[in-house]
């Protein structure tokens, strides 16, 4: 089992599937790299038995039938890597046994110091890049997973279980993986998200998510001349920004602590623009901060004399109350855990998955550990153990008797 799961990890890394932040939107999927990838998962989905849909949503689903009756069960992962670092390219380095030393890279060390979790697989099998690029674990384990799973049921008709439906989306990284999928072509109502972290974390809800465009119009005239006319967009935008409050800001917020970010600025004197997120785990702390960025947008304007549009995107929500409202999908997974003896950890992520967007349709979306770590970075490390801690899970999840 773990020989064709490293063998199935290595070769989908291998795919270059770097989405691309300023073509996802407008073009589906973003890279043709990620609908190689796809077109590949789907011929060895058919060569499993499952029967597999590719429409013009641009997501992967795939079918195995089952030999018990029972709702669907459904899973996902997304076949795009994060462009926040190199992404193409990947050559994986397997370290087996591993020392339980630091690891040199190419030009970076993965140190046990900076990563503590490391010694836990001392005489396993970790598995890094070589150093100029991500490794793409996430989420290339988790379809991995997803894969090996589907072809051990496939392949051992003693195991019963219902149907197993996969779900294969593109551009998760840039926030469009859901901007369509094939609804009308699911049948479950919880469908595990197969794109976690450290071996044991199940994520059980996430943030709400909104941000702030914000425009600035100023007025530039010569600054010689400029008293009682120039109206200064950029001093009004540095405001803003100073103005977030100090204390809830991502850099000193953790936890279950909501944050704000200023994620870019730029301007001129005439016009300058910043965007902003802003996330919290509970809704009404999500307005609370969307209404003091408005009032301080509002002051700029007062002290500034500038004209400011400040328009707000609701990004995603907390699908924790999906989750709750939909108790088979945990207790199944508690069960599941339970029965490989795997003790497991319930946790909010700071971040959004595709269970938020799933969540606005009624789907509840656990999100399952893959074990990997320091992801969308050079010094991103997976350990085989941990994948398949997680492919046992699944198993176990998808098994008639959970
Ligand atoms: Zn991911």
């Not at 270059?16 to 589906?28: E, F, I, K, P, Y």
């Not at 970076?108 to 490391?118: G, V």
Request: proline share 3%; glycine share 10%; net charge negative.
């Amino acid at each position: 089992m773990a020989s064709t799961l490293l063998g199935r990890f290595l070769r989908y890394v291998q795919i270059d599937t770097m989405s691309n932040s300023q073509l996802a939107g407008s073009v589906r999927p973003s890279t043709s790299g990620q609908e190689e990838l796809m077109m590949l998962l789907r011929s060895e989905l058919e060569e499993l038995g499952c029967s597999t849909y590719y429409g013009p949503e641009s997501v992967l689903q795939g079918r195995l039938a089952g030999n018990m009756t029972g709702e669907s069960i459904a899973f996902m992962a997304h076949v795009d890597t994060a462009d926040d670092v190199p992404g193409n390219g990947v050559k994986p380095v397997v370290h087996s046994p591993y020392n339980g030393q630091d690891i040199a890279l190419s030009g970076i060390t993965i140190s046990t110091e900076e990563n503590p979790d490391l010694i836990r697989y001392k005489d396993g099998t970790v598995v890094t890049s070589d150093g100029t690029t991500l490794l793409g674990s996430d989420d290339k384990a988790g379809i991995a997973i997803i894969m090996e799973m589907l072809s051990i049921l496939a392949s051992d008709p003693s195991i019963s279980h219902p149907d197993i439906e996969v779900y294969f989306t593109p551009d998760e990284e840039t926030g469009h993986s859901l901007d369509r999928f094939p609804y009308e072509h699911m049948n479950a109502s919880v469908c595990y998200t197969v794109d976690g972290t450290e071996e044991g974390i199940i994520d059980i809800g996430c943030f709400n998510a909104s941000s702030a465009s914000v425009r600035i119009r100023g007025r530039a005239v010569h600054p010689g001349s400029a008293k009682g006319v120039m109206r200064n967009a950029l001093q009004a935008a540095a405001f803003i920004a100073q103005a977030l409050p100090g204390g809830e800001r991502a850099e000193s917020s953790s936890g279950e602590e909501g944050f704000f970010a200023v994620m870019s600025m730029s301007g001129t004197a005439e016009s300058a623009e910043l965007f902003v997120i802003m996330r919290d785990f509970h809704s009404d702390g999500l307005q609370r901060r969307e209404n003091i960025l408005k009032a301080i947008v509002n002051s700029a304007d007062l002290i500034y004399g500038t004209e400011t549009e400040c328009v707000i995107e609701q990004n995603y929500s907390n699908f924790a109350g999906t989750v709750a409202s939909h108790p088979y999908a945990m207790e199944r997974l508690r069960r599941a855990a339970d029965s490989i003896g795997l003790a497991i950890s319930e946790n909010m992520v700071r971040g959004g998955t595709d269970g938020a967007h799933l969540a606005s349709h009624g789907i509840a979306s656990p999100d399952i550990f893959t074990g990997g770590h320091n992801l969308h970075s050079l010094s991103e490390w997976i350990a085989l153990e941990s994948m398949e801690r997680s492919l046992e899970l699944v198993l176990a999840i998808a098994k008639g008797d959970a």
